[in-house]
């Protein structure tokens, strides 16, 4: 350790590790987690959904589970709730399905239309 | 690909409460999920709620888990963390309200604290470098390597920082003494002696934070113009030991501490040394004699350490709490020091709440917060219904805070006003059914056998002061011995060679002041107000009550309890050794305690 450069460069490499500790006010995701999501690959979603958010380099969304959301035909089912925003369920959420999600909602502010399930108060 | 944290508290109530087991269970139902590689296991220093331990914190959601086995551990795993379902039984519950909180965050314990000196206590992996970093570690020291010690020792003073360990001397001034001081070298010194019963404030730091102490310390050597440090901990603090040593060796490696720290030329090492378990080697003089390796006994002040401390060389002593808060202030700086705390007790002070209170644990508030707010809001109040009579502050070497100043704010300066002490921060909370004398011979009692001898004062003073204290509790007080035991105690305060003995008669002079009538009862009423001191008890049966069950004239040691089956008993005080145990085997409350 030679320089204050170094030390920045560790702070903000350990800071990417320990990102789940800190408060995270911009949003939340919820995948559903319920025998029958896990059945239709919420587990993968799940970790689909944590890459995604990393390679976009988002820090400020939470992402956690929920039990059953009650719409096992369409599982994974995962439900986006941004700050100031009318939350929105998604349906059918495999991979690639993900990956649009957060690119698209969390990282752009666009609904994906052709996912939605449910919309809260429209 | 991590997806979930579980923190678990690893202090030493938590440890104590079965943390160990609680952690493998995780790990084995982790594994047995297949989901170890996504869901990661840091143990912590203390979270402060020791009541609630084990507990387990589950990140990203901030799940505050307590009282966690290893049975309702793998609840945890299958439930939260596969199935996405909170375990609403691991839950706490807010007493008042009944109401299940599911964020740490929320809690009444922590939303009315200020963590400073706590701040990476709980959130960080003590054993990881990287992540005090993370949370700003070690910029405080590149900062002060690059500002001159002048200006750090003014930037302290300016802050207001007064002594964690006690006394509240006003730390820059100290800093600045061995500046100036002449000789060389100098010696930084950080006291981890801390003795007071119920005290584990500055264990709790060194566990849990290890790396601010040792940040602090090489940003004071730097500060005073010393190269070498000692850090002196008890031998009773095992673990904090173990994981200040290894923070040592990853400053080390990372070259915050050795030969040219920085790449800024200054060069300093710490190196631990053991106490060996005097109370007295809390004492600063008494510390350095142990350090050098002579025996732990105090000396004259003047000369002070700064001038003439380890080795004769001039030497910087300060508590691990006082260190704790040296990097935020030297990153901070002095204003936002000083935007807590009252004008003249800048800051925040950890207390370890103890004693009848709902709520034990570690806590950190605001110089100046009120004893209401500290036993009531954040330590829930009394259990049982029961009425808060006192707070015991500063261990034995202070004294006690009545209930009618429960609004006073306290400080160094308001507690002194008081007749007690700060101290380091021990706080024991009695209530209505706890005898003040007792209290205080309790003390006394500690004090005594921790006395070193070396002054007459104190050896002899409070044995003696001791020993009317006891015979005041065992009904044998005289006339007179009120006016002894101030006499006495004023005496030994005056004369004692240091510190532990100028404080030991403080528990009696305080209780003394404010509780005068109840040594007037022991005396001469030859009763214990509280029922606490057994030889001033008397126990009978009353007749109307009693149903002749024979239970406990048949569980009584002494025999001393007669009757026929289904007649009223009767208790012969003559024989009756006042242990209790009719009393606690009467179901029918015929049993009379007085």
């Known amino acids: 350790m030679k320089s204050l450069e170094e030390l920045k460069r560790i702070k903000e490499e350990t800071l990417k590790e320990m990102d789940l500790r800190q408060a995270k006010e911009r949003g939340k995701i919820v995948v559903a987690m319920g025998t029958c999501g896990i059945a239709a690959g919420a587990k993968d979603t799940l970790l689909s959904i944590i890459d995604e958010l990393d390679k976009q380099g988002i820090h400020d969304v939470k992402v956690v589970q929920s039990g059953c959301m009650g719409l096992c035909d369409r599982e994974p089912t995962v439900e986006v709730s941004m700050k100031d925003q009318p939350a929105v369920v998604y349906g059918d959420v495999d991979d690639a399905n993900a990956r649009r999600i957060i690119r698209e909602h969390v990282g752009a502010g666009k609904v994906v239309a052709d996912l939605v399930i449910k919309r809260e108060n429209i | ?594």
């Open chain 2, 1 to 594: 690909m991590i997806r979930n944290e579980l923190l678990i508290c690893a202090g030493g109530a938590c440890i104590t409460s079965g943390e160990k087991s609680v952690k493998d269970a995780l790990i084995e139902e982790l594994n047995s999920h297949s989901i170890q590689e996504e869901v990661q296991v840091i143990e912590t220093g203390c979270m402060g709620a020791c009541d609630l331990g084990p507990i387990v914190v589950v990140y990203p959601e901030g799940t505050f888990y307590q009282k966690v086995t290893p049975e309702t551990a793998r609840l945890i795993v299958s439930e939260h963390l596969v199935k996405g379902r909170v375990v609403e039984s691991l839950l706490y519950t807010e007493p008042e309200t009944q109401q299940k909180v599911a964020s740490g965050a929320e809690i009444p314990f922590y939303t009315r604290q200020v963590k400073r000196v706590l701040r990476n206590c709980g959130v960080i992996d003590p054993l990881s470098i990287e992540e005090y970093i993370a949370r700003d570690g070690y910029f405080a020291l590149a900062t002060a390597l690059e500002m001159s010690p002048e200006d750090i020792i003014g930037v302290v003073t300016e802050s207001g920082l007064r002594g964690r360990g006690g006394a509240g001397f006003p730390t820059g001034f100290k800093w600045k003494a061995t500046r100036d001081a002449k000789g060389s070298p100098k010696y930084v010194v950080c006291n981890g002696d801390e003795g007071d019963p119920g005290a584990f404030m500055d264990r709790s730091v060194l566990e849990g934070d290890p790396h601010s102490v040792i940040e602090a310390m090489t940003i004071a050597g730097y500060a005073v113009g010393a190269q070498r440090g000692y850090m002196y901990v008890r031998a009773e603090y095992p673990l904090a030991i173990e994981r200040f040593e290894w923070a040592l060796r990853k400053a080390r490696e990372y070259g915050f501490l050795g030969e040219n720290i920085l790449g800024s030329g200054f060069s300093f090492d710490i190196e631990i040394r053991i106490g060996a378990g005097a109370f007295v080697c809390g004492e600063e003089t008494a510390l350095l004699r142990s350090i050098e390796g002579k025996r732990g006994t105090p000396s004259v002040k003047p000369p002070f350490p700064a001038q003439a401390g380890l080795w004769n060389r001039p030497t910087l002593i300060n508590n691990v709490e006082t260190y704790a808060n040296i990097p935020q202030i030297i990153t901070k700086g002095a204003q936002w020091f000083r935007s807590v705390g009252s004008p003249k007790s800048p800051g925040t002070k950890v207390f370890a709440l103890a004693g009848n209170v709902q709520n034990t644990g570690l806590v950190e508030v605001p110089m100046g917060t009120t004893l209401r707010e500290l036993v009531f809001d954040i330590g829930g109040g009394i259990p049982g219904g029961k009425k808060f009579k006192a707070a015991q502050t500063g261990g034995p070497s202070g004294g006690v805070i009545t209930a009618d100043y429960l609004d006073m704010p306290i400080d160094f300066d308001t507690v002194k006003e008081l007749g007690t002490i700060m101290g380091s921060g021990g706080l024991i909370i009695l209530d209505e059914d706890s005898c003040m004398v007792d209290v205080a011979k309790f003390y006394l009692g500690f004090t005594v056998d921790e006395s070193c001898g070396k002054c007459t004062p104190c050896r002899e003073g409070t044995r003696q002061m001791y020993h009317t204290m006891e015979r005041i509790c065992e009904g044998k007080g005289r006339d007179g011995d009120i006016e002894q035991l101030s006499r006495l105690a004023e005496v030994v305060r005056d004369t004692s060679l240091c510190g532990l003995g100028q404080s030991a008669p403080n528990p009696v002079l305080s209780t003394l002041r404010f509780y005068q009538d109840e040594y007037r009862a022991h005396i001469y009423d030859k009763k214990c107000p509280s029922h606490v001191c057994k030889h001033l008890l008397t126990y009978s049966v009353s007749a109307d009550k009693c149903v002749g069950c024979t239970a406990c004239a048949r569980q009584c040691p002494s025999h001393a309890i007669s009757g026929e089956v289904k007649k009223a008993h009767v208790i012969d005080q003559s024989k009756c050794s006042k242990c209790g145990t009719c009393y606690e085997v009467c179901r029918f409350g015929a049993i009379q305690k007085e």
